[in-house]
């Protein structure tokens, strides 16, 4: 005769196991350590065997809670997958996202993957340009939603966080140290222009525009090069390149915003779940960066 397991019960004994104990699996669970307890004997009951051993400071697993853990982790991860494709909506279409190339590697990654994951039939158009252009095209509705970096979040944006603007330059390069400064910077209307030229023209130093061009990949090419140095947000510097700090005698840069903006109308339903999942990335990247 078949026996049902409670998903509820592997549930909580996954989560002490992963937090180290019933008291830190509470704020995972969202219940009273008495309830966790209860929990975790239940499941003891079910099996007839005790899965974990009772220390002061920690949890360890029994030989039978040993056999259970890698199982249970993938039954529930297998139940979080049937949960999540029958009741998630199928979306189909479209979807285009307007992205600055400088902040492409560090933030796309974190939810492109699971978006497409969840939403198999829509196709994601990608455009990067400064965010001045990308503004302008969600408001020519060219695109769905659109990520800017700019020194504040306009009135109809979304600040998804704040981040410092540092100097980069190759690694044990001397760059930083010729005058007039090499800057490799980016076209006329990049966000980062201003600032960059405020700092050094109130610091007294001289400078001469190294590269004037939107792609990024070819303003860090001329910092990796050591023929100039770059502005880059800090969750964002290069590889290749370190960060160019007060011993370099460059003035500090002001600090940046990432935000998220929608059209006016609030955009598809489909731009709102992108939009939800850039949001819940951006908060585990910060999370995790704490």
Known sequence: MPHNLDIGLLRAFVAVVDAGGMTAATRTLNLTQAAVSQQIKRLEDTFGEELISRERRNVRLTNAGERLFGRAKR????????????????????????????????????????????????????????????????????????LTTEMECGPTGENLVRDRL??????????????????????????????????????????????????????????VADTAVMAVMASSVPNGLEVLGKESGLPSLPPFAVNLYLPKNGGTQIAQEMARHIRQAVAEQRRLAA
């Not at 979807?95 to 939403?119: E, H, M, N, R, W």
């Not at 990308?134 to 659109?146: E, F, R, S, V, Y």
């Not at 990049?190 to 007294?204: D, M, N, Q, S, T």
């Open 75 to 146: 039954l529930l991860a297998l139940n979080d997958e049937i949960w999540s494709d029958m009741t998630t909506p199928v979306y189909e279409g479209e979807v285009i996202l307007g992205i600055p190339s400088d902040i492409v590697t560090t933030y796309l990654p974190t939810f492109l993957k699971g978006f497409k994951q969840a939403y198999p039939k829509v196709q994601i158009t990608i455009k990067c340009t400064s965010s001045v252009n990308l503004l302008d095209q969600l408001n020519a509705g060219k695109l769905d939603l659109t």
């Open 166 to 223: 540092v100097w980069v330059g190759a690694r044990g390069g001397e760059a930083h140290r010729q005058r007039p400064l090499p800057v490799s910077i980016g076209c006329a209307d990049c966000a980062f222009r201003a600032p960059i030229r405020e700092v050094l023209h109130k610091a007294g130093i001289e400078w001469h525009s190294a590269s004037e061009v939107t792609n990024t990949s070819a303003q860090v090419a001329t910092a």
